[in-house]
T-cell receptor, first 113, second 116 residues
Framework: DAGVIQSPRHEVTEMGQEVTLRCKPI?????LFWYRQTMMQGLELLVY????????DSGMPKDRFSAKMPNASFSTLKIQPSEPRDSAVYFC???????????FGNGTRLTVT | AQKVTQAQTEISVVEKEDVTLDCVYE???????LFWYKQPPSGELVFLIR??????QNEISGRYSWNFQKSTSSFNFTITASQVVDSAVYFC?????????????FGSGTQLTVLP
């Protein structure tokens, strides 16, 4: 079992640039979540999908963030344009059904200078 | 709305001491799950336990034990005979199953440091 795979592990970019984070969930998991972790806000849910459909994106700043899940094995989180306040660790997680434990990827550490 | 409160920001103990991490939650749902996750210094989030709202039985797994009390909306985590490898941030989380609220709401975490 490969686990949830995120790429890249680290990303350093300049303010105003576009950033794309990628996630491959565990095969067979119908739920996919994107969380952001910062010192100030802790772990915040940005968006989650069920069977590739967005179920809740109320935590995502929609003017600059967009999340897609074009197929069951791939999701992206895009930030355009990036800002220094977007610096955080972004976690992707998946689960087979609602209420079951989330399996987290190793995260992407994003630094926007 | 869901809320999880971990009032202890940081705890420091000496190896072999017992330590309890507190978690208090709020939800209007009658059906929900509670979780604990561990985040070691390497940064990954590791699932430890899940409890559903209808099962108040306490659970023990090795040196770890969990005390779930619906009457006080608490789900506390005790590590017995702590070890240096237990040093990590521990998160309590809640998932209610009503409507689309199936995401995990996390507490702010408790940083546990176990000193040798």
């Amino acid at each position: 079992d490969a686990g949830v795979i995120q790429s890249p592990r680290h990303e350093v970019t300049e303010m105003g640039q576009e950033v794309t984070l990628r996630c491959k969930p565990i095969s067979g998991h119908d739920y996919l979540f994107w969380y952001r972790q910062t010192m100030m806000q802790g772990l915040e849910l940005l968006v989650y999908f069920n069977n590739k459909a967005v179920m809740d994106d109320s935590g995502m700043p929609k003017d600059r963030f967009s999340a897609k899940m074009p197929n069951a094995s791939f999701s992206t989180l895009k930030i355009q344009p990036s800002e220094p306040r977007d610096s955080a660790v972004y976690f992707c997680a998946s689960s087979p059904i609602g209420g079951s434990p989330l399996h987290f990827g190793n995260g992407t550490r994003l630094t926007v200078t | 709305a869901q809320k999880v409160t971990q009032a202890q920001t940081e705890i420091s103990v000496v190896e072999k001491e017992d330590v309890t991490l507190d978690c208090v939650y709020e939800t209007r749902d009658t059906t929900y799950y509670l979780f604990w996750y561990k985040q070691p210094p390497s940064g990954e989030l590791v699932f430890l336990i899940r409890r559903n709202s209808f099962d108040e039985q306490n659970e023990i797994s090795g040196r770890y034990s969990w005390n779930f009390q619906k009457s006080t909306s608490s789900f506390n985590f005790t590590i017995t005979a702590s070890q240096v490898v237990d040093s990590a941030v521990y998160f309590c989380a809640l998932s209610a199953l009503s409507g689309s609220a199936r995401q995990l709401t996390f507490g702010s975490g408790t940083q546990l440091t176990v000193l040798p």
